[in-house]
Structures are given as C-alpha cells and as structure tokens.
C-alpha cells in the first residue's frame, strides 16, 4: 500500500537518521492497520513539513483540495463563524496526506459524526526537567488508579517526546464544558494531594521539580497526537500506545523510532490498546 502518487520519494525528511520521504510513506502504510481507528472520522490537525522534520514545519486543521481525493472536508463551528475541516477515513487519505509531506496527525477527541461529544479524555504527563523516568512511569499508574477508582479504565502510551499519555475512552454522552470541568477537577485533586509531585498550570515558574498535568487536550479544538503518529524531531521517534504491563519494560521516553515502531507494528498479535474501543464508562458527573 503506497500513496497513489509519492513525488520525492529519495528526498530526507529525517537528516539525523537517513529517513526518507519513501521511508515515512512505507512506515504509515505499514501502520495502518493499528493506527487508523484512532484517527479515521475526525477532525485533524497536521504538522507538514516540505522540507523535512529539521526546517521550517506548520499546522494545518483546514481542507484544501490539493491535500488529495482521499482526503474530505466537514463544515464547523468556530468562534467566529465557520471553517472547512479536514478528515480522512480510509488508508488513502492518510497516504494522500503523507504525499503532501505530512509527519504528524493530531485527531479531536471527538468524531466528525458527533463533534460536541467527545469520546476520548487525554492526560498529557510532561515532566520537567530532572523528573526520572521511573518516577513519571509511576504518576502514570498513579493516575491509572485514581481513575479506576472512579470507575474509568485507562490506556497509556509514549508522547514521542519525553512524556507520557493517560487515555480514557467515553462514550460520547457528556459536552465538552462537562468533560473539560470533570478533567480540570481531576488534575486540581492531584495537585491537591500531591502538591510536590503534580502542577496543573502551564506555568513555567510552578512546575519546578514537578509533573505537569495537561487537562486542556480536553477542550473543543484541541488535540493531542495520535498512536502511532512520527513526531517532527531528532531520530524520528513514534507516539507509541502500550500496555500498562509493557510500560513497565520500557526504559527511556524515546524508546521508538520509526524503525523499531515498524518492528513492533509487524510482529504484533493484538493491538497493545485492545478493548479501548469496546468499553462503555461515561464522565463521572461533577
């Protein structure tokens, strides 16, 4: 599965690791099959980069008809009036957007077929500098168990940078005030209890020596990178979803590449996220 047309395919994306533009498009063909349920029917923002992860890159949440035939448009609100939104349902839009020298997807929490509701909270664990491994891996339980103690099942997964990702799928009953209230009371608690482990506030000055906790993925319009998604950075590494049990194995934040995330992608038996999308649990009311 190639892109129906892939102009440049020798051209180097990736510097530091020899990657080529042929490269990411046989990576994302090859992935495919793990990566579209998370990113197929909802509205996405891209990260483009023509001329490789190492020179100037952009976003782009808007349709264009350049973008390619895979690739559709649906019509949102915004905060002053509408705009054209991009999204993909098949493997041919994720090539098509390849072709036009796309790195990263980021998806809504929500899908195009119910944008106000969304079905997917994101915990953004982002720890300052100094924070070991080891003790970000064990906030990420610790959040893992909070959860569970209202009732909410989680996933988690490597950001591709030095952070981790909470997951809890929804169903998609709750609006996004009510869901974006239910994260910031819950990332407030932490802080409340854990004061000299968590901060909830981008605040450079506050998060000293502590784990900032990212609730505003939560928010209509944002979004947060996909499982699976290239980052535009140093060594091409990969948003990777994993098992809780995995995550015990993995040693550093970096732990995929492009290459080894195309290993795990052909070896694997299950998705490491299977029954993500089978659960049925609600935001807790606040």
Same mark, same amino acid.
């Given at each position: ?8 395919? /020798? ?6 690791? @020899?990657?080529?533009? @042929? ?29 490789? #992860? ?9 349709? #264009? ?42 998806? !809504? ?18 720890? /300052? ?24 099942? +989680?996933?988690?997964?490597? +950001?591709? @940078? ?13 609006? !996004? ?50 499982? !699976? ?32 995330? #195309? ?9 490491? !996220? ?13």
């Amino acid at each position: 599965m190639t892109p129906r047309k892939l102009t440049s395919p /020798d051209r180097v994306v990736f510097e530091d690791a @020899g990657i080529t533009k @042929g490269d990411v498009a046989a990576y994302y063909a090859l992935v495919a099959r793990w990566m579209l349920p998370g990113v197929v029917g909802r509205p996405l923002s891209l990260l483009r980069c023509p001329d490789g #992860a190492g020179a100037s890159c952009f976003f782009q949440k808007h349709h #264009a008809d350049s973008l390619g035939a895979g690739v559709h448009s649906i019509t949102l609100d915004e905060v002053s009036g509408t705009g054209e939104y991009l999204y993909i349902d098949n493997a041919d839009g994720l090539l098509d957007l390849v072709q036009m020298n796309t790195l990263e997807f980021h998806p !809504w929490g929500a899908r195009t077929s119910d944008v106000e509701h969304p079905d997917r909270l994101v915990f953004d664990l982002d720890p /300052d500098e100094g924070i070991a491994w080891s003790e970000l891996k064990s906030a990420a339980r610790d959040i893992r168990d909070r959860l569970a103690a209202l009732k909410l099942r +989680s996933w988690v997964r490597l +950001s591709g @940078g030095k952070g981790l990702h909470v997951v809890v799928p929804v169903r998609p009953k709750a609006d !996004w005030a009510q869901a974006k209230a239910f994260c910031e009371d819950f990332a407030g608690q932490l802080v409340t209890e854990s004061p000299k482990r968590y901060v909830a506030t981008a605040s450079k000055a506050k998060r000293e020596g502590r784990i900032f906790i990212d609730w505003l993925r939560n928010t209509r319009g944002a979004t947060s990178v996909a499982s !699976w998604s290239l980052r535009a950075r140093a060594g091409a590494p990969v948003c990777m979803p994993l098992s809780w049990d995995e995550l015990a194995q993995v040693r550093k934040p970096g732990a995929y590449d492009l290459r080894k995330a #195309a290993k795990r992608a052909e070896s694997l038996k299950q998705d490491p !996220w299977d029954g993500f999308s089978r659960v049925r649990q609600t935001v807790p009311s606040s």
